[in-house]
């Protein structure tokens, strides 16, 4: 079935280094969302990326979607300790269904030290 | 605004039991998604309700099943727990079915079946 991988599954910074995250999908997806959980938290939303070979930034994250759009990432540069959580993507189970049934992927867990 | 709302928060229920759980969705939102979430298994999509209908359901057993009302309020219960069970099950509403964009998230209902 459908499978949306992340790697790594865990990554321990210094504060100031950077950080990437990728994802990638087992089937093309219409579009890919990513969001961050704290520790202790729910989902947050992040960010929506549609276009093949989007690349969008917010701040210190950048997120870019394959070409292919079975791949996507997200890096961090400058980590903070505001960063700590676990980013997830995630994207429709059906290519193109009007559906908000995701498959999110495993997930990569940012531990940043001070 | 306020955000997506789940009772109870915590809930502790031996096997063989049933559990109901509660969401309130985003004021106008008519999109209501439940997630499971367990640290094996990750995030597993449930099932996702559009004006009071069923749109999609993940591969859960029959004991799972879930309800939309006319408030766009949501029930999902549990029947005969099993310790598998035991979970963070998350709620999410968006403003229209169909993948148009972000989940907004409740913080969970944290399930622990003894």
């Known amino acids: 079935g459908q499978q949306v991988m992340q790697i790594p599954q865990y990554q321990h910074v210094q504060e100031g280094e950077d950080f990437t995250t990728y994802c990638n999908s087992s089937?093309?997806?219409?579009?890919i969302q990513w969001y961050k959980q704290r520790p202790g938290g729910h989902p947050v939303f992040l960010i929506q990326?549609?276009?093949?070979?989007e690349v969008k930034k917010q701040k210190r994250l950048t997120f870019q979607f394959g070409e292919a759009k079975k791949n996507s990432s997200l890096h961090i540069t400058a980590t903070q300790t505001t960063d700590v959580g676990t980013y997830f993507c995630?994207?429709?189970?059906?290519?193109?269904?009007?559906?908000?049934?995701?498959?999110f992927g495993t997930g990569t867990l940012l531990a940043v030290q001070p | 605004k306020a955000g997506v709302t789940q009772t109870p928060r915590y809930l502790i229920k031996t096997r063989g039991q049933q559990v109901t759980l509660s969401c309130s969705p985003i004021?106008?939102?008519?999109?209501v998604s439940w997630y499971q979430q367990t640290p094996g298994q990750g995030l597993q999509f449930l099932f996702e309700?559009?004006?009071?209908?069923?749109?999609n359901k993940g591969n859960f057993p029959g004991r799972f099943s879930g309800r939309q009302f006319s408030n766009s309020r949501s029930e999902m219960n549990v029947s005969t727990l099993e310790l598998g069970d035991s979970a963070l099950y998350l709620c999410?509403?968006?403003?229209?079915?169909?993948?148009?964009?972000?989940?907004?998230f409740g913080e969970g209902s944290r399930l622990t079946v003894l």
């Open positions: 309700y559009f004006s009071e209908t069923q749109r």
């Open positions: 004021s106008g939102h008519r999109s």
């Open positions: 990326l549609v276009k093949s070979g």
């Open positions: 999410a509403s968006s403003p229209r079915g169909g993948n148009t964009g972000e989940l907004f």
């Open positions: 089937t093309t997806l219409s579009n």
């Open positions: 995630a994207g429709p189970r059906d290519y193109g269904g009007a559906t908000n049934k995701l498959i």
